[in-house]
C-alpha cells in the first residue's frame, strides 16, 4: 500500500495545496487529517464546507484506488453535523462498504481531534480497466 501513499501524497496538487496529508491506506480503507489554518475558514468563522468536502473527496479517492487500480467518482455527496473552527484538525476515514468489478461505494466520516463527528460522506467510484499507475499524458494549461 505504501506506493499508492506514495502516489497520491505526490500527485494529488490540490490535497497537498489544502494541507491535506494521506496517513494510511489499507485495501479498501484509507485516513487522512489537515491541519486547520485561516485559509480553511469561511466568513461566518467555520471551516469552509468547501474544504471539508475537499477532505472527504480526497480519502475516498484514496481508498476507492487502493488495489491500484483506477478508479473515478460518479457520484458523492456529503451531510455537515456540526461546525467546526480554527484550531484544531479533522480526521477523515474512507471505509469501502460495497465492491464489485466495476463500481465500489466508500462512506467517509470526517471528525474532530475530540473524536466529534463533523460530517459524513459517501462517494461511489466507477473503475476503469486501467492501473492508477499508467503514464497519463501531460495536459498542457489551455489558459497559457
Known amino acids: 500500500m505504501q506506493n499508492i501513499l ?13 494541507g491535506i496529508k494521506l496517513l494510511e491506506v489499507k485495501s479498501g480503507w484509507a485516513r487522512t487529517e489537515m491541519e486547520i489554518q485561516p485559509y480553511h475558514m469561511n466568513g461566518a468563522k467555520t471551516v469552509h464546507g468547501g474544504a471539508i468536502f475537499t477532505m472527504a473527496d480526497f480519502t475516498f479517492a484514496a ?3 487502493s488495489q491500484g ?5 460518479i457520484d458523492t455527496s456529503i451531510s ?4 467546526t473552527y480554527g484550531g484544531t ?3 477523515a476515514e474512507a471505509e469501502e462498504l460495497s465492491s464489485n468489478r466495476r463500481l465500489g461505494y466508500y462512506q467517509v466520516k470526517i471528525t474532530d481531534n475530540n473524536q466529534q463527528l463533523v460530517a459524513q460522506f459517501q462517494g461511489t467510484a466507477y473503475r476503469k480497466k486501467e492501473s492508477l499507475f499508467q503514464k497519463q499524458p501531460i495536459i498542457e494549461n489551455p489558459l497559457r
Do not use: G, I
Open 80 to 83: 455537515f453535523f456540526k461546525p
Open 63 to 65: 481508498a476507492a484506488n
Open 89 to 91: 484538525t479533522l480526521y
Open 6 to 18: 506514495d502516489f497520491f501524497s505526490k500527485n494529488d496538487h490540490f490535497a497537498r495545496h489544502c
Open 69 to 73: 487500480q483506477l478508479a473515478l467518482a
